[in-house]
């Protein structure tokens, strides 16, 4: 099963950047489809960010044109650079996997969540 560990959270006024990180383990993690997930406080889990092995990336309207996913495949490692950082980008983020069907972003549930990482945009 795969488990993940997200990093790279903070504190920062609006327009600022972040780059999170989320090391992931198991054996098929070369080979899957992976994204960024956030949860806001009172609102359901969003997926923002996917990217396949070879990173063709896509993304959610609400982030597309200011965050970028990325990945380094011999480090099992997955990155989110956020930038124009915005009030409602605050939330908790985590790593996982994503299905992608053509240009089309689908949430997958493995079964296994990290403790995911706090940003807050504020002021």
């Known amino acids: 099963q795969m488990q993940f560990v997200e990093s790279g959270g903070g504190l920062v006024q609006p327009g600022g950047s972040l780059r999170l990180s989320c090391a992931a383990s198991?054996?098929?993690?070369?080979?899957?489809?992976m994204g960024w997930y956030r949860q806001a406080p009172g609102k359901q889990r969003e997926l923002v960010a996917g990217?396949?092995?070879?990173?063709?990336?896509l993304y959610g309207n609400s982030v597309r044109g200011r965050f970028t996913i990325s990945r380094v495949n011999a480090e099992n490692t997955v990155f989110l650079q956020m930038n124009n950082l915005q009030p409602e980008d605050t939330a908790v983020y985590h790593c996982?996997?994503?299905?992608?069907?053509?240009?089309?972003?689908?949430?997958?549930?493995?079964?296994?969540w990290g403790q995911g990482t706090q940003v807050t945009v504020s002021s």
């Open positions: 996982n996997r994503v299905r992608i069907r053509g240009i089309e972003l689908i949430p997958f549930d493995s079964g296994s």
């Open positions: 990217i396949t092995p070879n990173s063709k990336t």
């Open positions: 198991g054996s098929i993690v070369n080979l899957v489809n």
